[in-house]
């Protein structure tokens, strides 16, 4: 996510803090789900999480090397519904993957950088084909977003 180009602004260090906060809670959600989901979507939960901790290490490097402090993930995160079952898992897992998206839009949104702005663009793309990969594994319509994330 660092580059050779212009240091990234304050506004640009917060919306990378937000975003660190969402992967922080994306990657609790799949912990979460993973206790739920059947056999067969064990595995590409656990590479779409493996994702956000790669994601979430990028961060913390950047902010590092940007002299500042990463945010510190939180103990715990609430759930929109309870997770009960694998319905519930995959809806809980396309929740994390569309505050995702939001908040890597909201980096494109925040920062003249062009590094980050193309780590960020990236990071949108497959946070969107994560989510509609979980959209379509509960059925929900339509699979992919107009705007991927768009509030």
């Known amino acids: 996510m660092s580059g050779r180009s212009a240091r990234p602004d304050d506004v640009a260090v917060g919306a990378l803090q937000d975003v660190l906060g969402t992967e ?9 789900a993973l206790a739920f989901l ?18 979430r290490a ?3 490097v950047t902010l590092t090397r940007l002299g500042q402090r990463p945010v510190s993930a939180q103990p715990a995160y609430a759930t929109p519904q309870p997770v009960t079952d694998a319905a519930s898992a ?20 925040r920062s003249t950088d062009r590094a980050l ?27 992919v977003p107009v705007f991927p994330g768009r509030p």
């Open 24 to 32: 922080h809670a994306a990657l609790w959600c799949y912990s979460l």
């Open 38 to 55: 059947p056999p067969a979507q064990v595995a590409t939960a656990r590479t779409d999480a493996a994702a956000h901790r790669e994601l």
């Open 58 to 60: 990028q961060i913390e």
């Open 90 to 109: 995959g809806g809980l897992l396309v929740t994390a993957e569309t505050d995702a998206a939001a908040a890597w839009r909201f980096v494109l949104e």
């Open 117 to 143: 702005r193309r780590a960020g663009l990236q990071a949108l793309i497959d946070t969107a084909a994560r989510c509609a990969r979980w959209r379509a594994a509960i059925g929900s319509q339509p699979a």
